[in-house]
């Protein structure tokens, strides 16, 4: 089956305090791994995609990296403002037409305390 | 920012009645998507569109249709809204070229009584 895990569920961390999150996918033909951001009542904001293993992207704190089974969202000195909730997705292997249907993971929720 | 609205943005409707909800997006996109977000499940696919007057059915499709008669404009009809139809409803749209990401509105909290 089709699935995208993210773990830990949920993560509790002091500012400054360093750590991941996982995302591990059984999606054959990955066709590529997104990572998005989702703050309290708000849409989930696109960060990153990543399309191959060994690829990683960095934005301010943040740096994805993606493997052949799963992917991690390492998080360098976080600041209470990283505090939201991190989605990973990876796009359905039946795509065709040039849409993408998504296939989410249930998200990690990120508590950084000062 | 892609320019995706939602409305309503909040809507509290008894059960058995209909509900229609709104996505509008102004990028010109081709595609767009309904989701649903609860607790412990993440985002589901309820709907997408790949066109104007086309559509398709996601993985959480029953009791919901939807309509596109404009490249910018997306609803979602709630036929006889249920209590397990309580949810955070998301909209997205992609452009479908050089982009992969889907964008994001900022979501209509339905409550179904």
């Known amino acids: 089956e089709d699935q995208v895990t993210q773990s830990p569920e949920a993560l509790r961390l002091q500012e400054g305090e360093s750590s991941s999150l996982n995302c591990s996918y059984t999606?054959?033909?990955?066709?590529?791994l997104f990572w998005y951001r989702q703050d309290p009542g708000k849409g989930p904001e696109f960060l990153f995609t990543?399309?191959?293993a060994g690829e990683e992207k960095e934005k301010e704190r943040l740096k994805a990296t993606l493997t052949k089974k799963e992917s991690f969202l390492h998080i360098t000195a976080p600041k209470p403002e990283d505090s939201a909730t991190y989605l990973c997705?990876?796009?359905?292997?039946?795509?065709?037409?040039?849409?993408?249907?998504?296939?989410f993971g249930a998200g990690t929720r990120l508590a950084v305390h000062p | 920012d892609a320019g995706i609205t939602q409305s309503p943005r909040h809507k509290v409707t008894e059960t058995g009645t209909p509900v229609t909800l709104r996505c509008h997006q102004t990028?010109?996109?081709?595609?767009m998507y309904w989701y649903r977000q609860d607790p412990g499940h993440g985002l589901r696919l309820i709907h997408y569109?790949?066109?104007?007057?086309?559509?398709d059915k996601g993985e959480v499709s029953d009791g919901y249709s939807v309509s596109r008669s404009k490249t910018e404009d997306f609803l979602l009809t709630l036929e006889s809204a249920t209590s397990s139809q309580t949810s955070v409803y998301f909209c997205?749209?992609?452009?479908?070229?050089?982009?992969?990401?889907?964008?994001f509105g900022p979501g209509t909290r339905l409550t179904v009584t």
């Open positions: 999606v054959s033909g990955l066709r590529g």
């Open positions: 997205a749209s992609f452009p479908g070229e050089t982009e992969d990401e889907q964008y």
């Open positions: 569109s790949y066109g104007v007057k086309d559509t």
């Open positions: 990028e010109n996109h081709r595609y």
């Open positions: 997705a990876a796009p359905h292997p039946l795509r065709t037409g040039g849409y993408n249907k998504l296939i």
């Open positions: 990543l399309y191959s």
